[in-house]
């Protein structure tokens, strides 16, 4: 049961096409998350739906209700929509002590002084601030200021949150902890969210629907380990990490039974096989996925060492395979000399075929 | 619940739905701006373009009077003699501010912080002030500077020439770069600076390759806007000028509209030309620095890197110091000590004080009627400027009117427009206007919110920029509506910037004399107007005096705004 459903949104600035038929639709309780590159048009989506932007077409409708359809000339502005944003800045309001930065709502509402006090001292505490009521957001630190912009989201108990980039702003440790936070939360309070942001890890921590957007457009959407499992192209390929890619020679391979040949010679089997797919393709492996291998077998490579890295917890080792450059990820330190030679193996579940 | 009952406003047109305030009210704010600033103007163009003059019925269009402008030497010269004064002191003023600025901003000079103050000391006097308190310190035979140089061999000095003109308005005008300069310098990110060293620059050659084009736009704005207002003063010129028939173009239409008959077609013209060179000079500076502003003037702000001056610091303070002393120190003492003896004989006997010429004021038929008359034009006005600077910078900033670009344009004739031309202009549209306003203080009124309204948008916006929209987005997710949007966030947030651009007009509107000489009608002199015409009664003692009268209502608003508002006016 479609509880936010969004439809053909577009939007134009000038000439210039922010979003280009955008379409989501979300179960109540779940959460999406809108990733892809700077400028792609995440931030707009959003505030279509926050209607802090009015899209030029599409429709919007939460719960059962229109906010916005273009065609029949609907328009609920947005503080009507009964929705919550958590901004990328924050905006804090710098005037306001924290809890009168929650409480506006509530009073806005028309809501009983006693009951602003405990609602406001409640979702205080479920973020983690509780008892901060009297500081000015000055005070706080990035992840404290983070805390209390989610709190006012929730304090008016919204059918639906927004989040826009929230993390973006945060160190990484303070930024990888606070998703996990985030996700429990929305996990626990059953809420509905869409959760704008540009880095894939943090789409794949608190999200159980993904739309990745490429200029405006939807490039690939789903569940985020599929999408990472299954990236169509090029573009979603790359933009969830790092991936080998191989141009594949049509005349030379067969896409029913799986033997794949690049251009450069390399020949693969993939269980990847469906035959009706055209236009340019590649032939995709992830580096985690390389295996050093002695015995030959299927997909048994051998190539030479360009350079190694140790990274912490793995190792990466650039490596010539047949002229081309690849990557290997492999775990903890298996440093390796340069132009020694290793012999490699994918399995064939790992390579995939992309569309360019 | 059908989708039908909920609630959903239509659209109506591409955008145009998000704020209902421009609907109705923004408009007609925009068009009475843009009447107020576009009508001047208009019956400049016409009274040069006739010959009739004022209230006479039409009769055809010439070129007659650019024909006599052009051929007639006097014109020419007043012209030639407009354009000599502004360059002079605008390259004088540029010299002494840019290295007060330096020395202030850059180095371990002692005492900075209180030399920041006593350099904008100038700017709160005014030139017109400045000139009168000089032409008292350099009155022949009695004079105190010239006794001094007297006394040590030297000729004296006469106050009435053109090297005084250009010495008193480089003096008051030197504020006005310091403050460009100063911001730009606070503005470089030092690590430019450090690199500049990194890669083998040594100190002289960082200040000259990195600093100084850093700051270069900067100090080509200040200048820029310092030629547009020196070409365009009133005050020094007429007061200095005058006795050794020294025209200027502004004192040139002065004279052309007190003689008898008015030459009000003549004048005009004049205000053309003058209108001319000044959008020339805006022109020119918004060509000159667009996109090459490399220093946000008003950003975050850097701690900049201060060189040690060593023993060269007392030189610096000295220097420092000296423009004190010749800006405010020597005028302010003069002018008071002239306010406090019955008449200024060059004798200073502590016995002498008396408070005779206060007295003269007090009982005096006008000086109380024009401290009320100033004291209410510079509340009112400055109020009014704010306000309508708020409704400006709403519908520039928040709202997608397509009267945006229209609006900017318009704005800027006020920043390039001579006030001396817009009173000229003033002068004949409301002699036109079907509102009774010619002949009363609200033409005054008018005349002031116009002059400075494009300064006031300016000074507003630079808050208003302040303002991060996702604020005021985050009151609307929360529900509020546009009201409690701009009570609970705008407002808040905008009134410290609000009340420093009050109080900076305040100012401004207490000293203005170049669009009220024109406008005054009497029963309506303003303090200023007052002082200009005792001037030519040469009561020396009651000018000073009420000169005072006004330092002290100046003093007590920039007092008021530093310790009670916290306004820094320097940065204002
Ligand atoms: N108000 C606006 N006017 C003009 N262009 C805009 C405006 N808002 C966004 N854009 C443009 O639309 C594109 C998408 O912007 P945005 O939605 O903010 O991207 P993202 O959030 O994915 O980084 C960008 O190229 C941006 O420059
Ligand atoms: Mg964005």
């Known amino acids: 049961m479609t509880y936010l459903s969004v439809q053909g949104l577009r939007k134009e600035f000038g000439a210039f096409k922010a979003i280009d038929d955008v379409s989501l639709s979300l179960g109540r309780g779940r959460v999406c998350a809108l990733v892809g590159p700077s400028g792609c048009g995440k931030t707009t989506t959003l505030r279509s739906i926050a209607g802090l932007e009015t899209p030029d077409t599409g429709r919007i409708e939460l719960d059962g209700r229109i906010l916005f359809d273009g065609q029949a000339g609907i328009v609920v502005p947005p503080e009507e929509r009964n929705l919550g944003m958590v901004f990328q800045s924050y905006a804090l309001w710098p005037h306001k002590t924290i809890g009168e930065n929650v409480a506006l709502g509530l009073r806005i509402k028309g809501m009983g002084r006693a009951d602003i006090r405990e609602r406001v001292g409640s979702v205080l505490t479920l973020v983690g601030m509780g008892g901060m009521e009297e500081r000015y957001p000055a005070s706080l630190s990035g992840g404290q200021q983070q805390r209390v912009a989610l709190a006012r989201a929730l304090a008016l108990r919204p059918k639906c949150i927004l989040f826009d980039e929230p993390l973006s702003n945060l160190d990484v440790l303070l930024r990888e902890r606070m998703r996990f936070e985030i996700r429990d939360l929305l996990v626990k309070l059953d809420i509905t969210a869409v959760y704008v942001t540009h880095d894939q890890t943090e789409a794949m921590v608190i999200a159980d629907h993904m739309i990745v957007l490429n200029a405006g457009r939807i490039e ?27 141009a594949l020679d049509h005349a030379t391979s067969d896409l029913a039974t799986g033997s794949l040949r690049s251009r450069s010679g390399v020949a693969l089997q993939t269980s990847d096989r469906d035959p009706r797919r055209s236009g340019d393709l590649l032939i995709a492996f992830r580096p985690e996925s390389v295996r050093v291998d002695e015995a030959p077998g299927p997909n048994s490579f051998a190539t030479r060492v360009i350079s190694a890295q140790f990274l912490g917890s793995q190792t990466q080792l650039t490596l010539d395979l047949d002229g081309e450059q690849i990557i290997a990820l492999l775990p903890g330190k298996q440093l390796r000399a340069p132009e020694e030679s290793l012999r490699i193996s994918v399995a064939p579940q790992d390579v995939l075929v992309l569309e360019e | 619940m059908t989708v039908q009952e909920l609630p959903g406003r239509k659209l109506s047109g591409a955008g145009l739905l998000r704020s209902g305030m421009r609907i109705d009210l923004l408009p007609g704010i925009v068009a009475i701006v843009a009447a107020a600033i576009l009508a001047p103007i208009g019956f400049l163009v016409y009274g040069a373009l006739t010959t009739t003059a004022i209230g006479q019925p039409f009769a ?25 004064v502004g360059f002079a002191s605008t390259i004088l003023a540029t010299l002494i501010g840019a290295l007060l600025a330096w020395i202030i901003v850059r180095t371990d000079t002692p005492g900075r912080a209180s030399l920041r103050v006593g350099v904008m000391i100038p700017f709160f006097l005014s030139p017109f002030i400045g000139a009168l308190a000089w032409t008292l310190l350099l009155q022949r035979d009695l004079g105190p500077l010239n006794l001094l140089f007297g006394a040590i061999g030297l000729p004296q000095v006469d106050p009435y020439s053109v090297k005084m003109i250009v010495f008193v308005m480089a003096i008051y005008y030197a504020p006005y770069v310091f403050i460009f300069v100063s911001s730009a310098l606070l503005n470089i990110d030092p ?32 200048m820029l806007l310092t030629f547009v207002a020196t070409a365009g003063q009133f005050g020094v010129p007429a007061l200095l000028g005058t006795k050794p028939r020294f025209f200027v173009l502004t004192t040139y239409m002065y004279q052309l509209l007190n003689r008898f008959p008015s030459q009000y077609n003549l004048a ?70 002239v306010s406090l003896v019955p008449y200024y004989d060059a004798t200073f006997s502590l016995s002498r004080l008396s408070l005779e010429h206060y007295r003269e004021l007090m009982s005096g038929r006008l000086i109380l009627p024009s401290l009320r008359n100033t004291i209410f034009l510079a509340v009112a006005a400055s109020t009014i400027a704010v306000l309508l600077a708020v409704a400006l910078n709403w519908m520039l900033l928040r709202t997608k009117s397509v009267w945006r670009k229209p609006l900017e344009f318009v704005l800027i004739i006020p920043a390039a427009i001579p006030h001396v031309v817009l009173g000229v202009g003033m002068l004949w549209t409301y002699i036109y206007a079907p509102v009774p306003i010619y002949g009363t203080i609200w033409i005054l009124l008018i005349g002031y919110v116009t002059g400075f309204i494009t300064q006031a948008v300016r000074n507003v916006q630079s808050s208003f920029l302040q303002i991060d929209r996702s604020l005021e987005e985050a009151v609307t997710m929360v529900g509020g509506s546009r009201l409690r949007v701009i009570r609970e966030v705008t407002a808040p947030l905008l009134r410290p910037g609000l009340v420093g651009a009050w109080i900076l007009l305040f100012i401004i509107y207490v000293r203005e004399l170049s669009t009220s000489i024109f406008l005054y009608s009497p029963g309506n002199e303003v303090m200023s107007v007052l002082m200009f015409n005792m001037w030519g009664e040469g009561n020396w003692g009651g000018i000073s005096a009420l000169a005072m009268v006004q330092m002290v209502l100046v003093g007590a608003v920039v007092y008021l705004a530093s310790a009670v508002f916290k306004v820094d006016l320097g940065k204002a």
């Open chain 1, 220 to 246: 690939q959407e789903g569940a985020p380990a599929d999408i990472y499992a299954r990236p169509r192209n090029r573009f979603t390929a790359e933009f969830l990490g790092r991936t080998n890619l191989l």
């Open chain 2, 268 to 337: 005009a013209t004049l205000g053309l030309v003058m209108l001319a060179i000044a959008c020339f000079g805006v022109w020119l500076q918004s060509r000159l620095t667009r996109g090459r502003s490399y220093v946000t003037v008003g950003g975050k702000g850097f701690r900049p890197r201060i060189l040690q001056l060593g023993s060269l610091r007392w030189l610096a303070f000295s220097y420092v110091g000296a423009f004190i002393l010749l800006g405010s120190v020597l005028p302010m003492a003069m002018l008071l000590w």
């Open chain 2, 60 to 84: 055809g269009l010439t070129l007659r009077n650019f024909a006599i402008v052009m051929s007639e030497p006097a014109y020419l010269t007043a012209l030639l003699n407009t354009l000599y």
């Open chain 2, 191 to 222: 690590a430019l600076e450090e690199a500049g060293h990194m890669s083998g620059l040594n100190r002289r050659q960082v200040l000259l390759r990195v600093t100084m084009p850093l700051i270069a736009p900067a100090i080509l704005s200040g």
